[in-house]
């Protein structure tokens, strides 16, 4: 398959180039910021104002802005969508993967209302890249319909990557590392939804596979069971023969904190509560047992 894929250099879209390679197939990169012929990079003004030979299967699009986007910044990714669909007509593609986010239904909480969010759930974005990734989705669809091509929209949640630069690879380099990590009791009764990044990999081969989209689709993509935030750290512990040396803060300090709006919001992002059903996912994939 020939493969057009926007993000590469990123932590997930260089993982997935390298999938795609270990699977043979032809992938050209699209680039915002350097060009590079021979090895199949390309500026997006290149595919749009010359004509090339490479015909596209599939285009991937990964790339963003930042995942710390302004509210000026919010046309700026739907510029960049809008580009990579003009792209899409050089290539001579009618297929699109479209990586979106949890964030357009909500943040995490403390409540028990997402629990089990399913793509019917109320789009109520808080912060601005839920924002932007939910004007992006409403102007995908709407440009399907007018340049007729078929799309896949996978809602994602933080994804599973040790790697140093996330927010995740930081708590899992305290854990390799040896050093204490403060937490509260709610730690281990939160409930969130991440992704394997193996299970993310997986999904995008079956799409592939499939040689087409058949019909368009927006799909959460998720591991099944949610996690607490302290067995998440247990958890990768586990897989490294570390136990990860959890320390307690007594409670008092945590409702005091809860008073403080700034670390209100640290507070929630960390031991907040988001459980998202990929139930629908399942229903469209083979998806191995143990995710």
């Not at 281990?188 to 087409?212: C, P, T």
């Not at 023969?241 to 300090?253: A, D, G, M, T, W």
Request: hydrophobic share 40%; with cysteine; net charge positive.
């Amino acid at each position: 398959m020939n493969i057009a894929l926007t993000g590469s250099s990123g932590l997930i879209g260089s993982k997935i180039l390298k999938d795609l390679h270990d699977l043979d197939h032809e992938v050209l990169r699209i680039s915002s910021s350097h060009s590079c012929h021979k090895d199949n990079i390309f500026l997006y003004e290149e595919l749009l104002s010359k004509e090339i030979s490479f015909k596209a299967d599939f285009v991937i699009h990964l790339a963003s802005i930042n995942s710390n986007l302004s509210e000026l910044e919010i046309p700026k990714e739907i510029e960049l969508l809008n580009k990579v669909i003009d792209c899409m007509v050089n290539l001579d593609c009618k297929n699109i993967i479209f990586f979106s986010t949890i964030k357009v239904y909500a943040e995490n909480s403390f409540s028990q209302n997402l629990m089990g969010v399913n793509e019917t759930f109320p789009k109520l974005p808080e912060c601005f890249y839920g924002k932007a990734k939910e004007r992006c989705e409403g102007a995908l669809i709407e440009l399907s319909n007018k340049k007729n091509f078929n799309y896949y929209i996978f809602r994602l949640p933080p994804v599973l990557i040790n790697q140093p630069k996330s927010s995740i690879g930081k708590l899992f380099w305290l854990v390799e590392n040896g050093f204490p990590i403060p937490s509260f009791r709610i730690g281990d009764l939160n409930q969130r939804s991440f992704l394997h990044y193996e299970l993310l990999s997986h999904v995008v081969k079956e799409v592939i596979e499939l040689g087409a989209i058949s019909s368009s689709k927006i799909l959460n993509i998720a591991d099944s069971n949610p996690i607490s935030t302290n067995d998440l750290l247990r958890r990768f512990g586990l897989s490294i023969n570390k136990k990860p040396r959890i320390i307690y803060l007594p409670n008092f300090l945590f409702k005091a904190m809860m008073r403080i709006n700034r670390l209100q919001l640290i507070l929630c992002r960390l031991f907040g509560n988001f459980y998202l059903s990929n139930a629908k996912l399942k229903e469209e994939f083979k998806i191995p047992k143990h995710f």
